[in-house]
């Protein structure tokens, strides 16, 4: 749902440059990173071992916030230099990225827990 959401943010951004575009983009984009950011934790938390969860835990936050804060710092030489929609159409191509490495991995069977 959450890289539906971002897909859609993506599209509505590209779609044009009034207000109305702009601040739904902004909503979808952040309803987006939240269900993303829950089911990609959920994932995680599922495929570590009990033992290891909060290194691991810790280690994927600290990821997230430095990526972040880079790709922060790439959006606004992007718009500067390139514009709005061109961002846009940037960020689709990432969803679309992400949402082939999720099929794929759906699709990798997944040994089962030896206890």
Known sequence: ???VLLALAAVT???????GQFYGALILLGLGWNFSFIGA???LAQAVPDADKSVVQGVNDTMIAL??????FASGAVI??????VLSVVALVFVVLS??????D?????PSPSK
């Open 1 to 3: 749902m959450g890289l």
């Open 13 to 19: 951004g590209a779609s044009g440059l009034s207000a």
């Open 41 to 43: 934790t959920t994932m």
């Open 67 to 72: 990526v972040s804060t880079m790709c922060a």
């Open 80 to 85: 500067a230099g390139f514009g709005w929609i």
């Open 99 to 104: 949402f082939g490495v999720l099929v794929l």
């Open 106 to 110: 759906r699709s990798t069977p997944v």
